[in-house]
């Protein structure tokens, strides 16, 4: 495939540093262009790019897509470079276009409810500014402390809570992005509902950079919701685990805003690596988390006390209920350095995602376990 | 535009009848034929499609289809033609291909939580089967009592509570579609959380028959929300009322389910032709109905009363509290007969919704104060 493609000259470096300046052009420096190589998927995948070029406009953005356009050179988007999906990965070498320098936070409009980012912003920050104004970001991924907003949608990332609020895309209102010819498309704005036409919104959502660029998103926003509590619900059988999902979600007066799965192997290793140990039984295969929230803080009992009653009906072994921040903190930490624990043990662990119907859960772990055996 | 399609002929409709059955089609008969030629955007906009096929399965949608294709016949779908978008409308002649006989409810999962339907199931008959079951679809349109689902996807319907849970988009989990060539696609299934590859599930919804037919639909439930109230709230002027949409939010502890902006004459007369007389002030001149969910019965003042209290706040004039199913529906029934009550008055009323920011919605109402003025 690579025989399509133009390799970098001195006179495309000379170009990008005419449009971007000096400074915001990495080239021929293999230290300082290897970072630029990988994502979280694993170090068994990377390649290196020839330039990262780092714009700060959309105009910059588009001027440099236009050049490699007309060269044939390849172009990779980089966020935080925390996905798990090899999109940022520059497979072809050629220019990574790194949005780091496009993080501002350009609007958090009160009236209407909405924030307009640029795509280099940390999640986390701008779940951490909006809630200043009482607001929320609901497209909360799980990797929320370092990923970029622009790779969040670009990847229409899940996360914790897209249970009830869904992924992504559900956040998405509008979107600034540079084709590969260098036009800029203004798609969807600040408006809740928009039906006219084809939603080629939508269809950037989740094309990670193979579409388009983005430049700047226009995000929903909704009000702080009240606070949480966590269940950590172990089960003797994944099939256990799996049939309590749908009692413990009807029980409960509203969605849960997170139902997450983890077999016994994933949880001991998580525990183990983020030394947050809690009691659990000791015949306990399967796991589940389930937050719900509550309205006001009086409320909380009355707000988890139905999942937590169905889940023992439908055979948990017991119910660990984290109801205040610090001990909601040491379920999710265990949770979200499920990973990072299975790499302390084998360095070629690789990461990604994969997307059954709950009911198809227990079929997926014994044929998991069934591979597992086969290459041991 | 109509010399690139060709007319149908009898050899045509001769293989439609071989396809689907005599029955499944009109031919030849103006008044079996003019019902399928308008939808409620205004009798102004009315085509008679040459011929009416009716399918029951996606493979007769394939071999209809893919028989115009060959033959160059434009192709309209249909639901319950109750759109305001003209997308029923045969303007170039041809075939409607109409899904009033694939209506079956095929599977309500109430493990996955989600159901599986054909295009012309009526929405609202939708929302009671799953209620049965304690679950909630949440694509509810405005048009609820007569739209099918199919038309609400293929359109991506918002309706009354788009602010809460978003349009008919966010509720589509999966899409069988038939393509004009013939081929059948399956897109997206039972799975909350599907990233993989562009989302052309998401295109589809939208396109309005224009990339394919939908044949069937996988949605995502959710359990059956608390009790609601609907307030009532008349302001002294638009500007009043849009101010305070973000200040009875931020007060409300979750996203009201709805949040709808009318104005005087069309409350006016809706209220005097649904018979559904509510006393409010005056000097009113623009109101807001505000619905707000509650976790019980016992909840539902509590949920309300910041919302009340903050449009009170904001300037409101009163507030009409509806706690009870009676008097919400006399709320509802006058928002939804806004465009007949105006037909009644003056029968060549047109329809159709356009979408701003709310901030935008003074500027756009002082805007159509202009043109009726300008156009009187």
Redesign the interface.
């Known amino acids: 495939m690579t025989h399509r493609f133009q390799s970098v000259t001195h006179e495309d470096v000379a170009a990008f540093r005419a449009i971007l300046g000096e400074a915001n052009v990495i080239f021929a420096d293999p230290d300082r262009l290897a970072p630029y190589g990988t994502d979280e998927s694993g170090h068994g995948h990377a390649a290196s790019p020839e330039v990262v070029v780092k714009p700060q406009t959309a105009q910059g953005v588009g001027l440099v897509l236009a050049h490699c356009n007309r060269q044939r050179i390849p172009v990779t988007a980089r966020g935080a470079g925390s996905g798990l999906?090899g999109g940022a990965i520059p497979l072809f070498g050629g220019v990574v276009v790194s949005f780091e320098k496009m993080s501002s936070i350009l609007e958090i409009?009160?009236?209407?409810?909405?924030a307009v980012v640029e795509p280099g912003v940390v999640t986390n920050d701008l779940c951490r500014r909006v809630a200043e104004h009482?607001l929320f970001y609901a497209g909360y991924p799980m990797s929320v402390e370092s990923s970029f907003i622009g790779g969040n949608i670009a990847?229409?990332?899940?996360g914790a809570k897209?249970?009830k609020y869904?992924?992504t895309?559900?956040h998405v209102l509008g979107l600034e992005v540079v084709l590969a010819s260098g036009e800029i498309l203004q798609l969807g704005?600040?408006?809740?509902?928009?039906?006219s036409?084809?939603?080629l919104l939508?269809?950037m959502?989740?094309?990670e950079g193979t579409?388009g660029l983005i430049t700047q998103a226009t995000l929903r926003l909704?009000?702080q919701?009240?606070p949480t509590a966590d269940l950590l619900v172990p089960f003797a059988s994944t099939e256990d685990a799996v049939?309590a999902?749908?009692r413990a979600?009807?029980a409960?007066?509203?969605?849960p805003s997170a139902v997450e799965f983890m077999d016994k192997l994933s949880m001991d290793h998580a525990m183990a690596y983020t030394g947050n140990h809690i009691a659990l039984a000791d015949e306990a295969e399967a796991f589940l988390i389930i937050q719900i929230e509550a309205?006001?803080k009086d409320?909380l009992l009355?707000?988890y006390r139905p999942a937590g009653e169905a889940c023992m009906e439908a055979g948990a072994l017991d119910v660990f209920v984290a109801d205040n921040p610090w001990a909601s903190e040491k379920i999710w930490s265990i949770r979200r350095n499920c990973l990072e624990a299975l790499r302390g043990i084998d360095p070629t662990v690789e990461g990604g995602?994969f997307?059954?119907?709950?009911?198809k859960i227990p079929a997926m772990m014994a044929f998991v376990r069934e591979l597992s055996v086969a290459y041991r």
């Open positions: 999906a409009d009160t009236e209407n409810l909405v009482g990847c229409n990332a899940g897209v249970i869904g992924a895309a559900a704005g600040k408006r809740r509902k928009d039906s036409g084809y939603s939508r269809l959502v989740g094309s579409l909704i009000p919701p009240g049939a999902v749908p979600i009807m409960s007066t509203s969605m309205s006001s409320m009355d707000a995602d997307v059954v119907p709950s009911t």
